[in-house]
């Protein structure tokens, strides 16, 4: 009796054409309605209202939804993240990226179409199969190929990361981005070499009445390949070699860290210091991975048990007895499946906690993107608000520079301006780049810098001038000139840029430390400015000009 149940499940799959029924290569079907065979006809009592039958309908109804809401957001912000991390930290995290894809595709096929089956009593991939025969081969080849390669992926994880826990100073030759892309070629290639069957085995059959059937294993001619050949094919590429390939990586790597000192560690994290860029984030990532790989290793062995009885009851290997047995082992088997699927698709969605969770680095770079895609919304709201609101924006005139020329004070109005040439071709004689430390090799000179040209604090009361002298100075000029020389000994063509204050000309030669506040803050307001000096001296002959002229300020303090 067992053993026909579990046949009249693979029929019903099969019409549906969701996926391939256990026979056909896959142990297991997410969309069937198991009530239709949980009743059995030849005993009198309905299990159709039996608690864990009740139980996986509200998980397949509650649950589905928000763990497909889940993986969306996660996956969507987790694939972006590992990918610009994993250019400068590690090529693992590349294998996540397309670990976490491979993930969603996953979770909305089965997950998203079984709460959507659940709500509206129809399957959109079932429309989507049974539309066309060329729609029907391309999703049974597609399907396969992503369920194939996903716990490839996970494997390839595992062994960078046994690379990098018991081999730290081959990982920079070793697990290269170079090397992964050619890892993933080479699994994107034995992955299609192995689903390809699925254009010539399965299809929409010819004729009125067979395209009701709808998409459905149309190759009769292979049975031994349908019933045998290609269930074992499938449950080793999907189960069996990852399960194997994952433990014994989770193993070494357990072993070795565990046997691993502080000191060792330390020395590996200085050798490897110098060929990772990100060290902290390969390490963290390392622990990760770890973790991901215990629970793909509890799902896969779940998953493997689950499918095992599947198979030894639709074998005929195991067989009950009584109405009750019969179909208290069905709902429980029933019931298992959908814990399976219910774990799984946690981990499809959730493994974004321990990226956030173990990684500072991975949290560091979240937030950059959600402050560079802040950026791109405020600008695509402006753009839209000034779209809406009439087209162009509205842009403040501004005059011209010889508007602004015209507008200036002349000098024989009597207001003062600012010197246009210095007298010396020295930097420091420059009003502008002699205050800020520059210095030239031309003509010898140097500029002066602030530390040596610094009076005390100038207060907020201060106006600011600017002298200029010759050799033949006038009498404040002429202190000033000395003043210089006695500080710096330099004399001929070279300039002095000093901060005073109003009645320190008395005290410009003294010894004293010299303090003034940094020259490049801007003053707020038009009191808060500060008395600036420019004492310029040249070998040239002449009469001496004396010349008292504000300096403007623009966007730094000259």
């Not at 009003?431 to 210095?439: D, H, I, W």
Request: charged letters at 20%; proline letters at 5%; aromatic letters at 10%.
């Amino acid at each position: 009796m067992a053993r026909g149940r579990v046949a009249a499940v693979s029929d019903t799959s099969n019409d549906v054409g969701y996926e391939p029924s256990m026979d056909y290569g896959n142990l297991e079907d997410y969309s069937s309605n198991y009530s239709d065979w949980l009743v059995d006809p030849n005993c009198d009592i309905d299990y159709s209202s039996h608690p864990k039958i009740v139980a996986q309908h509200y998980i397949e109804l509650v649950v589905f939804p928000v763990l497909l809401f889940q993986g969306i957001l996660g996956n969507g912000l987790a694939i972006p993240t590992l990918i610009s991390l994993g250019r400068s930290a590690w090529s693992t995290l590349l294998y996540l990226a397309m670990l976490g894809l491979t993930d969603l595709i996953l979770l909305l096929t089965r997950c998203g179409d079984t709460w959507y089956l659940m709500m509206t009593k129809d399957s959109l991939i079932q429309i989507l199969l049974n539309s066309s025969d060329a729609a029907c081969r391309t999703y049974y080849f597609a399907f396969a190929f992503v369920e194939h390669i996903n716990p490839w992926l996970m494997v390839a994880a595992a062994v960078e990361m046994t690379i990098t826990a018991k081999w730290p100073t081959q990982s920079h030759v070793a697990c290269t981005m170079e090397r992964a892309r050619y890892v993933m070629m080479l699994l994107t290639l034995i992955m299609v070499c192995l689903d390809i069957n699925h254009f010539w085995t399965y299809g929409v059959p010819n004729g009125p009445a067979a395209a009701e059937l709808g998409c459905r294993y149309v190759e009769d001619f292979s049975k031994n390949f349908r019933d045998w050949i290609w269930p074992a094919l499938n449950n080793a590429v999907l189960l069996f070699l990852p399960l194997v390939a994952v433990g014994l990586c989770f193993i070494i790597t357990t072993t070795t860290l565990l046997q691993r000192t502080h000191d060792r560690e330390e020395d590996m994290r200085s050798n490897m210091r110098k060929y990772f860029l990100e060290l902290p984030a390969v390490i963290d990532f390392r622990t990760i991975v770890l973790v991901v790989s215990a629970m793909f290793l509890v799902l896969i062995i779940f998953q493997t048990i689950c499918n095992v009885l599947m198979l030894l009851l639709s074998r005929g290997f195991l067989e009950m007895e009584g109405c009750e047995s019969e179909a208290e082992f069905g709902i429980s088997l029933v019931f298992f499946q959908t814990l399976d699927r219910t774990f799984r698709f946690m981990f499809y969605g959730g493994k974004i906690y321990l990226y956030i969770g173990l990684s500072p680095a991975f949290r560091a770079r979240l937030a950059l993107g959600f402050r560079a895609a802040r950026g791109h919304l405020t600008r695509l709201v402006r753009f839209c608000s000034c779209t809406c609101s009439g087209g162009t924006p509205r842009w403040t005139l501004v005059a011209r520079d010889d508007d602004r020329t015209r507008k200036r004070p002349r000098r024989d109005q009597g207001e003062p301006q600012l010197l246009t040439e210095p007298r010396t071709t020295s930097i420091a004689d420059d009003p502008v780049l002699g205050a800020r430390n520059f210095e030239s090799s031309e003509n010898g000179a140097s500029g002066i810098t602030q530390s040596n040209h610094c009076a005390a604090g100038p207060t907020s009361s201060d106006n600011v001038q600017i002298f200029s002298a010759d050799n033949v100075p006038s009498q404040p000029s002429q202190s000033l000139s000395q003043a210089y020389q006695d500080r710096t000994g330099q004399n001929g063509r070279n300039g002095a840029a000093m901060l005073l204050r109003p009645g320190d000309h008395n005290n410009i030669g003294s010894s004293k430390p010299q303090r003034c506040r940094p020259i490049h803050q801007t003053p707020r307001y038009g009191s808060d400015r500060e008395h600036i000096v420019i004492a310029l001296n040249s070998n040239k002959t002449g009469q001496t000009q004396s010349e008292h002229r504000p300096v403007s300020y623009g966007d730094h303090l000259v």
